[in-house]
């Protein structure tokens, strides 16, 4: 399979992964925030 | 009164930990499962070619930004009718995600309307009711962090998610009601109007994103049952029996 | 910051999102431009006159023309039973097709054209492999998309732009 082809997605790159792009940025951000919350939290409580 | 016997936060605690990462693994596998065939193995479409792939995270992210709203509605019925705290803390615990899904549903949709139709925002039924429904998470979730009296905000967060719950049908049945700009059903109960190798890259999407939300509310809920209840003797004990396993020789 | 203040922020930032999204709701909702009227409810005189509204429908097959300018585009907006005649000056969506579906917001004119400012292309809930929409056409089953309800079945045909 051609790489470059598929990446440009028939010249539509920017809209097809700038949602793909933006699908995983979020995930990755509300995982990193929620880890943070429950590392303040058990210390806070100390288990 | 065994059904109950989970919601007690107490009970609920250590029964989230335990599923929430089983639910990410299985978010985990089908969500590598859609996008591979989503972007490797499904074909380009006969009208739009390429761009259409943006489906396959738009329909999922929209299809929850839905569900998580009616979900909370339903912890919001049995908050106000069973008196549960642990109901209006799974309100607490679901909003955030149906933010990021909502946001994601209309970013995803304006990337996808300027190639095909046209435009990035048009006020049309179907997008200004999902605009609506984010400013209903949003208006939730600062209700219940205006409010300090913890007892009150549950009541209040509630009541508001139930009103709220009413966006939903119009958002869903928009492109039926009326004439709009977005299309209409391609996945309905009556039967589908999108090809097989299209349609199951869309639906284990949808599955990887229920199984994803599931295992963040799982843990989040947690965070919140903690923040809430540090002071419970419960929490104390936990305490106590963590640090037996840890230091197991010394106990 | 006190714990009043910050309650008072958070209400104020609660209120003023409610506020934008009442102003927006409404805006949009009285200026009717949430849904479309058909070329039938125009004639029935349903639509604004005097003020924006947007058309819809499908792009009568044969009627594209443009003008001697390059960019002014004249075209009819049909829902079969009845046809609207539309003028515009601007970039045309890649999906906008003669025989497919059309939104045009806009006023309509004392001569009864209807002057477009902007043009979206309107694409209908089919998604399938250009193959299984050649060989849909060659056992002679079109392909039924809806544009506006209660609309006649429109056969759409696989278009250029879709690369295999």
């Known amino acids: ?47 | 009164m065994s059904i109950f016997k989970y919601a007690s936060p107490s009970t609920f605690y250590p029964l989230a930990g335990k599923m929430a990462p089983w639910f990410a693994v299985i978010a985990a596998i089908l969500g590598a499962a859609g996008l591979y065939l989503g972007l490797f193995r499904a074909p380009v479409d006969f009208q739009q070619g390429e761009v259409y792939r943006i489906i396959f995270i738009h329909v999922p992210t929209a299809w929850m930004a839905m569900l998580i709203y009616v979900i909370m509605a339903v912890y919001g019925v049995m908050a106000l009718t069973f008196n549960t705290r642990l109901s209006s803390m799974m309100i607490e615990a679901l909003a955030p995600t149906g933010v990021m899904f909502t946001v994601l549903a209309l970013w995803t949709g304006a990337l996808w309307g300027r190639p095909t139709w046209g435009t990035y925002w048009a006020w049309d039924a179907r997008m200004t009711s999902t605009l609506i429904l984010l400013f209903l998470y949003i208006g939730y979730m600062a209700l219940v962090n205006a409010m300090d009296d913890k007892k009150r905000a549950d009541k209040a967060g509630a009541l508001l998610v139930i009103v709220g719950s009413a966006n939903v049908p119009i958002i869903y049945f928009s492109v039926k009601w009326w004439n709009t700009l977005h299309q209409g059903y391609s996945v309905a109960a009556s039967g589908s109007s999108m090809d097989a190798s299209m349609r199951m890259p869309m639906l284990l999407m949808t599955f990887a994103c229920w199984a994803y939300a599931i295992a963040i509310a799982l843990w989040r809920v947690r965070a919140i049952i903690l923040e809430r209840e540090k002071e419970a003797a419960w929490v104390a004990n936990l305490h106590g029996s963590a640090s037996l396993k840890t230091s197991g020789v010394r106990a | ?164």
């Open chain 3, 1 to 164: 910051m006190k714990a009043r203040h910050k309650r008072f922020m958070w209400i104020a930032i609660g209120l003023s999102i409610i506020a934008v999204a009442v102003t927006l709701v409404l805006r949009a909702f009285n200026s009717n431009l949430v849904f479309f009227f058909t070329p039938s409810e125009v004639a029935e005189q349903k639509a604004p006159k005097d003020r924006t509204f947007r058309l819809g429908g499908l792009v009568t097959a044969g009627s594209l023309a443009r003008t001697s300018d390059g960019l002014t585009v004249k075209f009819d907006v049909t829902d079969i039973a009845k046809t609207i005649p539309v003028t515009y000056t601007g970039i045309l969506p890649d999906l906008f097709k003669e025989g497919k579906g059309v939104v045009a917001q806009g006023k309509i004119g004392a001569d009864g054209v209807f002057k477009a400012s902007e043009v979206l292309a309107k694409h209908d809930e089919n998604y399938m492999p250009p193959e299984a929409a050649e060989a849909l056409k060659k056992a002679g089953h079109p392909i039924e998309g809806k544009v506006f309800a209660g609309q006649k079945p429109v056969v759409t045909q696989a278009s250029s732009n879709a690369k295999p």
């Open chain 1, 1 to 47: 399979m051609n790489w470059s082809e598929f990446f440009s997605m028939g010249e539509r790159a920017f809209y097809v992964w700038g949602s793909f792009g933006a699908f995983g940025l979020a995930i990755i951000v509300e995982i990193l925030l929620l880890r943070m919350r429950l590392k303040k939290v058990t210390e806070k409580v100390k288990i």
